[in-house]
């Protein structure tokens, strides 16, 4: 039954989300959890903040091959529905990994992979703006929410043909996942207090 295909893809993409890079590096390279740092989320900004740029870029590219790997595999089982859904599940387990309590990052780097494997051109744009925007101002939350915001006018707005309406949709969900992951970050570049990615020793 189709029902049950896409529970699957749901569910399998989960999986490969709650899978995470982050706290495989922390815990057995490290040494070190890297929740009981920094801002606490198991992603690639705070790795950089207080493991340094290689584990921080490591944990980024994985992040991003996990995310387009799974929606990749949910395009092959089920079209662009089947897209949609894996891309949204995966991040889903980045942020609440059933392997790690439920405590992990805020998504970002999956939802980029997630994004490029379905619209690669848009994305591709989009984050070398967003990369270029935190090189200049070391902020990586800027960078993360303008990115989000850009390819969702891009899709829905500038080349409303680009990608199916389950991808749009996929898209705006991944877009309001990241604003509420960014949502202490987001007042804090209100009161100009927002941290930026300088590494620290390690931790």
Excluded: C
Excluded at 46 to 61: D, E, I, K, Q
């Amino acid at each position: 039954m189709p029902i049950l295909r896409f529970i699957a893809i749901a569910l399998g993409a989960y999986l490969i989300g709650s899978v995470s890079p982050a706290l495989i590096i922390s815990r057995h390279v490290e040494k070190k959890d890297v929740r009981q740092f920094g801002s606490g989320n198991a992603g690639a900004s705070n790795m950089v903040r207080n493991f340094g740029w290689a584990a921080g870029l490591a944990t980024f590219g994985l992040d991003m091959l996990k995310g387009a790997a799974a929606t990749l595999l949910g395009k092959w089982a089920g079209g662009d529905l089947g897209a949609a859904i894996a891309a949204v599940a995966v991040v889903l387990g980045h942020s609440f990994p059933v392997y790690y309590g439920f405590r992990g990052g805020k998504g970002v780097s999956a939802s980029m992979g997630a994004m490029l494997a379905v619209a690669p051109l848009p994305s591709l744009v989009v984050y070398l703006i967003a990369i270029l925007v935190v090189a200049l101002t070391g902020i990586v939350s800027i960078g993360s929410l303008l990115g989000f915001t850009l390819e969702s006018l891009m899709v829905w707005v500038i080349f409303p043909d680009l990608v199916g309406q389950p991808l749009k949709w996929a898209l705006l969900v991944l877009t309001i996942l990241t604003f509420v992951g960014h949502r202490e970050n987001i007042k804090r570049l209100l009161q100009g207090k927002e941290n930026k990615i300088t590494p620290k020793k390690k931790a």
